[in-house]
């Protein structure tokens, strides 16, 4: 996303928030020391925030962890958050307010299948579902009513801007462009690449019933092709989010990068996952005109938490993104290769995919092949 500024050291704020986050934050902190002289010298910041921290101190994002982020931080990795399913009293997602504090407008997710041993299945996979990530029903504007029969009605409040909507078409848009570049490239140096034709870029909305709403989305990010010939070798289409679904899981092939409201590129990015095998190997960007945080895509997995057998990769992936959308594409490329590498031989994998290996295992072997 950007080229690599000149720096002598790359300051990371690290937080690990809940759950899981504690194990595999570290993880891709290993990988990240690793790289030596590839990257300018690493320095990590702990910060606080979480479900934990909220019950321990009635805040579940500290002012001092977005000060220190703003004010010190080059970028920032996230772990896992324990959000309660119910309503308490003074409770705020970290996350949600993180991407706000930050301007982090878009949520970058890459889905990539890579061929494990013994998967019961295996789907050729490779596309970036790009969510907004600042409106939609996630600006958590809710209220309940109470009608003269006694009976209750719940309301949300439904918001999307033709300028959150313009900037994260731009955003998939240059994402398309750059991934058919890099096409042309592998195949240049005789590389095999799969994707044929065009890049291209899907509008995920329901304008069908949501004709206001959605319908701006899709008409704010159709207006970014439209209104350049930069994009002219981007191929545009069109996606109901209930058809998406269904062809995604049918066809994932066809797709190469989707982009979303809110709503529907949360529950669609999650549910590619199963794709390619695991909520554990997927990664993630929240990313910004001035800021960038990595953040493994799966949740705090508290029925796992503390028994190292957590899988990393994910949160590993997420560092080798955001240390690509820095600029430091080579060094990020490094860990991808070998993280396929362990994924392709198959020794060394967590029990979400079948495996006995722990989570300081898997590290140990990426770290080996590093």
Known sequence: MASAVKR??????????????????????????????????PTFIPLKAGWEEFQANGKALPDETVKILKEECDAAMFGSVSSPSHKVAGYSSPIVALRKHLDLYANVRPVSSVPIPNQKSYHQCDMVIVRENTECLYIKKEEIKTNDDGSKIALATRQITSRASSRIGKMAFEIALRRGQEREQAKQAGKDVWWSGEPKVTIV??????????????????????????????????????????????????????????????????????????????????????????????????????????????????????????????????????????????????????????????????????
């Open 205 to 370: 909305h329901k304008s069908n019933v949501l004709s206001v709403t959605d319908g701006l989305f899709r008409e704010s990010v159709r207006a970014i092709k439209e209104g350049t010939d930069r994009y002219n070798g981007v191929k545009m289409e069109e996606q109901l989010v209930d058809s998406m679904v269904y062809r995604m899981f049918r066809e994932p092939e066809i797709f190469d990068v989707a982009v979303a409201p809110n709503l529907y590129g949360d529950i669609i990015s999650d549910g590619a996952a199963a794709l390619v095998g695991s909520l554990g190997l997927v990664p993630s960007i929240n990313a910004g005109d001035d800021f960038v945080m990595g953040e493994p895509v799966h949740g705090s997995a508290p029925d796992i938490e503390g028994q190292n057998i957590a899988n990393p990769i994910a949160s590993i992936r997420s560092a080798a993104l955001l240390l690509s959308s820095l600029g430091y594409v080579e060094p990020a490329a490094r860990i991808n290769a070998a993280v396929d590498a362990i994924l392709t031989e198959g020794q060394y994998l967590t029990p979400d995919l079948g495996g006995k290996a722990s989570t300081t295992d898997v590290t140990d072997a990426i770290l080996k092949r590093l």
């Open 8 to 41: 002598t050291a790359l300051k990371l704020g690290m937080i690990p928030a809940d759950g899981i986050g504690k194990e595999v934050l570290p993880a891709a902190q290993r990988v990240l020391e690793a790289l030596g002289s590839s990257i300018p010298k």
